[in-house]
């Protein structure tokens, strides 16, 4: 895609990524995209960007640099991943993922994790495309009332 810039996230691209987000999951959402893109913004263990196209942000990807945990010494970890649906299908998402795998790979992170729902093909295609694979890792969850 001819124009496409990945560039770190500011904290000025919340407002779009909020507005992405909510196109692709179509309801409302209690994110605090602000908080997220101030973050990624000044580098506190987030690792982030955005795709722009034409000027537009398009795409973003949210991931984060975890350290000793559970066995892993130094592993990141994509927590969001979205792109316009206009502009889905055209290599957005492949461009920040391998942003990301290039951040990684000059700081000496050799484990990238991520978590995707069962029914989200779509997705599990995205990230299968990208050469990820189950991991030793099961997710688990309590539900706290």
Same mark, same amino acid.
């Given at each position: =895609?001819?124009? @496409?810039?990945?560039r770190e996230m500011k904290e000025e691209d919340a407002g779009i990524v909020d507005r992405i987000y909510k196109s692709?999951?179509?309801?409302?959402?209690?994110?605090?995209? $602000?908080?997220?893109?101030?973050? !990624?913004? $000044?580098?506190?263990?987030?690792?982030?960007?955005? !795709? #722009?196209?034409?000027?537009?942000?398009?795409?973003? =990807?949210? %991931?984060?640099?975890? %350290?000793g945990g559970f066995g892993i010494d130094k592993g990141a970890w994509i927590?969001? /991943?979205?792109?316009?649906?206009?502009? =889905?299908? $055209?290599?957005?998402?492949? %461009? /920040? !993922?391998? #942003?990301?795998?290039?951040?990684?790979?000059?700081?000496?992170? $050799?484990?990238?994790?991520? %978590?995707?729902?069962?029914? +989200?093909?779509? @997705? /599990? +295609?995205?990230?299968?495309? =990208?050469?990820?694979?189950? +991991?030793?890792?099961?997710? /688990?969850?309590?539900? @706290? #009332?």
């Open positions: =895609m001819d124009n @496409l810039i990945i692709i999951v179509k309801t409302p959402t209690p994110i605090n995209f $602000q908080r997220i893109c101030e973050e !990624a913004s $000044q580098g506190r263990g987030a690792v982030s960007f955005v !795709a #722009e196209y034409d000027g537009n942000v398009v795409g973003y =990807m949210i %991931s984060y640099i975890l %350290s927590a969001m /991943l979205g792109v316009d649906p206009k502009y =889905m299908g $055209q290599g957005i998402g492949k %461009s /920040l !993922a391998t #942003e990301i795998f290039r951040f990684c790979k000059e700081k000496g992170i $050799q484990n990238i994790f991520t %978590s995707v729902r069962w029914d +989200s093909v779509d @997705l /599990l +295609s995205f990230f299968k495309a =990208m050469d990820f694979d189950r +991991s030793h890792f099961i997710n /688990l969850r309590k539900v @706290l #009332e």
